[in-house]
């Protein structure tokens, strides 16, 4: 047999269609051919043509690639989305959101019909589960995912796969070596001219590194320190036997090439067994000069199982033993309390809560209250709870870190009496987000509104989510939603498109709106104030002159005011609109009925809230009952009075119409 007749030669693969790669083509080069400017015959570059299938967009957001090709001119923005475009290369994230056009267009295919939302109730799952591998969420290969994959319910929430920070990778991150010797060598600094480093006297066995350290600085861990008191007696430590048995069992034990047995026959040939083998030590004796050099340790170990105890964190802790001025790195706080609670070390458990308490945020709020939780410092805890009883409607409901917030934790903010609210569909839409983060764990950016719709109404039509075995758990959650409060007619056509609570009590929700307007305005079955007035707010971010926004409510208005007089105080007030006030918008004039009652009995609360590293102060008229008029003198509540702002101000109005 010839050798070509033993050679396999695969058959090169065709190539595909012209018209098939057009589209993609025509979206790849629309950038670059936009930021070219006008040629020099002065042609007008083609566009792709518009088919069923491929449609060009005339306007591009934010996440799209731009796909014009026409010279940009003075186009700023159009400018900026095509240099991004350039700029940007094409991960498996960019890919999807160029292609996508619906979470089902992967069932239209028919090309020769245009694109049709589906309708029916036997949607198919969009999407399969991804699989991601160890290998694939490193640092080189991590792509982050825009769009949502659909998954099936489970009985419980499935872990959410970390917020993954970009690491360079030319970058050498500092081992957790490094940073103990960073810290472990500021005491060297105190020693005078002439003095010797002494040698380490105790090793550390913990979180599979050996940490060498020196008994006087173990006092201040009370851990650490009864661990050496009741160690056995220091023993005799091994050393290689020359400088170059040291580099080559180093070698070995890195590599994976060689088994464990091996690994374990060199070690031992490479080391001096017994301390009385050789007696007499010359100057060069590699028991002086290797790094595993001749002493006396005690050894002593520390099992730890905590997720949030790592090895910079215990690098970090045990090399702020070595010096009085604890230095800790914001982004390891918590991990850092973490090892410090185990190691005992009292000075930098406290030290790590004081930053804590001056760095809460939507990035750490979480973090921090779940290892605050755990080591026992209520007074983070304390504050993460009123910065979230602040900011969760303001700041978490639009971050990615919502995901991260503990569903016990979420159910006792909403239900806190202190929580302020734009107004009450903002809780429902939160927990909506809330609720798609942990159905699909894999995301790792904030999704937009259209694309929750589209999952919630990609689901089956049979049942409501909350009344599903695998949704019931989310229950308590909506139950804290006061309901009675939505009364815009897009948010509950949201809300039944979503389907995730049951459609009969959307409809006993309209009928208590219709009944209300019917009844003057009365809410007579809603008794308890504080489980269900509603409620709206705002924040004032600098100085007010004037701030006012409207409230409607079963055919009755009120404008909710902050008005600085020339006092020098802010006033904050509610008061009533007539049917014909210029404040009033026009759609608010075309959609909303108005009560033509001369008075209403009012059950309301004006709260406001101020929040300063984790001190909340809370100036509040209590629940107050009115009646108002339509005149001057009765139109007015009862004021409330701040003489100075420390913005941001959180002012929050809860109305109840009693049944009068």
């Known amino acids: 047999m010839t050798e070509s007749a033993q050679s396999y030669f695969p058959s090169i693969p065709p190539n595909a269609p012209k018209a098939t790669i057009s589209y993609c083509r025509s979206v790849q080069e629309a950038p670059i051919s936009a930021l070219m400017g006008v040629v020099v015959d002065a042609r007008i570059p083609e566009r792709h043509p518009v088919t069923p299938r491929c449609r060009v967009r005339k306007m591009v957001g934010s996440t799209n690639r731009w796909r014009l090709p026409e010279s940009l001119g003075s186009d700023l923005l159009g400018s900026s989305q095509a240099i991004k475009a350039v700029h940007m290369s094409y991960n498996n994230s960019l890919v999807n959101i160029i292609t996508a056009e619906s979470p089902v267009l992967n069932m239209n295919l028919d090309i020769s019909r245009p694109y049709m939302f589906r309708q029916t109730d036997d949607r198919p799952i969009t999407e399969p589960d991804r699989k991601y591998s160890q290998q694939r969420l490193s640092v080189d290969s991590f792509t982050v995912p825009a769009t949502a994959p659909s998954v099936k319910l489970r009985n419980t929430p499935s872990p959410l796969a970390p917020i993954r920070k970009f690491v360079p990778t030319n970058a050498r991150p500092a081992t957790p070596k490094d940073i103990f ?32 350290l020196h008994r006087p600085f173990l006092q201040k861990a009370d851990v650490l320190a009864t661990l050496v008191k009741d160690a056995e007696d220091p023993k005799f430590h091994k050393y290689y036997r020359t400088p170059a048995s040291e580099t080559l069992d180093t070698y070995i034990k890195k590599n994976q090439f060689y088994s464990n047995d091996y690994k374990e026959i060199s070690n031992r040939l490479s080391m001096v067994e017994d301390p009385q083998e050789e007696e007499v030590k010359g100057v060069d004796h590699p028991a002086h000069v290797s790094e595993k050099r001749v002493n006396s340790v005690s050894i002593i170990k520390l099992d730890c199982h905590d997720p949030l105890l790592t090895k910079t964190a215990m690098a970090v802790a045990l090399g702020n033993l070595y010096h009085d001025e604890l230095e800790v790195e914001l982004e390891e706080v918590a991990n850092v309390l973490a090892a410090a609670s185990v190691l005992g070390f009292k000075a930098l458990q406290n030290t790590c809560g004081k930053m804590m ?32 009883e602040l900011n969760l409607i303001p700041q978490m409901s639009c971050q990615i870190q919502l995901r991260d917030v503990p569903m016990d934790l979420l159910q006792k903010i909403l239900k806190s009496n202190r929580l302020f609210t734009f107004n009450e569909y903002s809780i429902y839409r939160l927990l909506s987000y ?18 929750v719709l589209s999952y919630y109404n990609s689901l089956p039509k049979n049942c409501a989510l909350v009344e599903k075995d695998e949704g019931q758990i989310y229950a308590p959650l909506f139950s804290a939603v006061r309901l009675t409060g ?37 809410m007579g079955s809603l008794r308890n104030f504080n489980a269900y007035s509603v409620r709206q707010g705002f924040i004032v971010d600098d100085e007010p002159h004037y701030h006012s926004e409207v409230l409607s409510l079963h055919g009755f208005h009120f404008e909710l005011k902050a008005v600085r007089s020339s006092a020098g105080h802010v006033a904050f007030y509610m008061q009533r609109l007539k049917p014909g006030d210029p404040i009033l918008s026009f759609r608010q004039c075309e959609r909303h009925t108005f009560s033509m009652r001369p008075d209403r009995e009012v059950r309301y609360c004006i709260t406001v809230q101020q929040c300063n590293k984790g001190d909340n102060a809370v100036l509040t008229t209590g629940i107050v009952s009115q009646k108002f008029g339509l005149g001057d003198k009765t139109s007015r509540s009862e004021c409330l009075k701040m003489e100075k ?9 809860a109305v109840m119409f009693p049944s009068s």
């Open 645 to 653: 702002l420390d913005c941001p101000v959180y002012v929050t109005f």
């Open 434 to 451: 809330w609720l798609f983060l942990q159905l699909n764990p894999h995301i790792q950016l904030m999704p937009s509104h259209s694309t």
């Open 357 to 388: 308490l001056e760095n809460i945020s939507h990035r750490t709020v979480c973090k921090y209250y779940l290892a605050a939780s755990k080591y026992q410092q209520e007074q983070v805890v304390l504050a993460c709870e009123r910065w979230l």
């Open 486 to 522: 939505i009364t815009d007619t897009n948010h509950i056509q949201d809300m039944q498109m979503m389907n995730i609570l049951p459609q009969s009590q959307l409809i006993d929700l309209l009928s208590q709106h219709y009944h209300a307007l019917q009844g003057g305005g009365d």
């Open 181 to 212: 010797l960073y810290h472990s060598k500021k005491s060297h600094s105190l020693l005078g001219p002439g003095q010797k480093v002494p040698d380490f006297d105790v090793v550390l066995k913990c979180l599979n590194m050996d940490w060498e």
